[in-house]
Nanobody
């Protein structure tokens, strides 16, 4: 059974930093990916970043490029999202998720496994 446990959210001032952690268990898909999504009130869920298991390739949504960094610690079975230079528009519930196939990661429906969300609030 795939389980994902997200943590690390909180309240931070604009310009500050947070590191989200996603503890992963039961995920054995070599062609898969672990990613971060966010959903702000009244908005659709969007993919923020993901990392492919097979080759470590990463994806970032345009608004996160240059500010966020995704990384994985295979020994700890944890995926991190380092978020720097946070902006009020980054405020959202952040979810970690897993897909069996990184090549289909652009499709939201390919993400079959979801953790609970962690709230990130950025004050201006």
């Amino acid at each position: 059974e795939v389980q994902l446990q997200a943590s690390g959210g909180g309240l931070v001032q604009a310009g500050g930093s947070l590191r989200l952690s996603c503890a992963v268990s039961g995920f054995t898909f070599d062609d898969g990916a672990i990613g971060w999504f966010r959903q702000a009130p009244g908005k659709e869920r969007e993919g923020v970043s993901w990392i492919c298991s097979s080759d470590g390739n990463t994806y970032y949504v345009d608004s996160a490029k240059g500010r966020f960094t995704i990384s994985s610690d295979n020994a700890e079975k944890t995926v991190y999202l380092q978020m720097n230079s946070l902006k009020p528009e980054d405020t959202a519930v952040y979810y970690c998720a897993a897909t069996k196939n990184c090549r289909r990661a652009v499709l939201l429906r390919s993400w079959a496994y979801w953790g609970q969300g962690t709230l990130v609030t950025v004050s201006s």
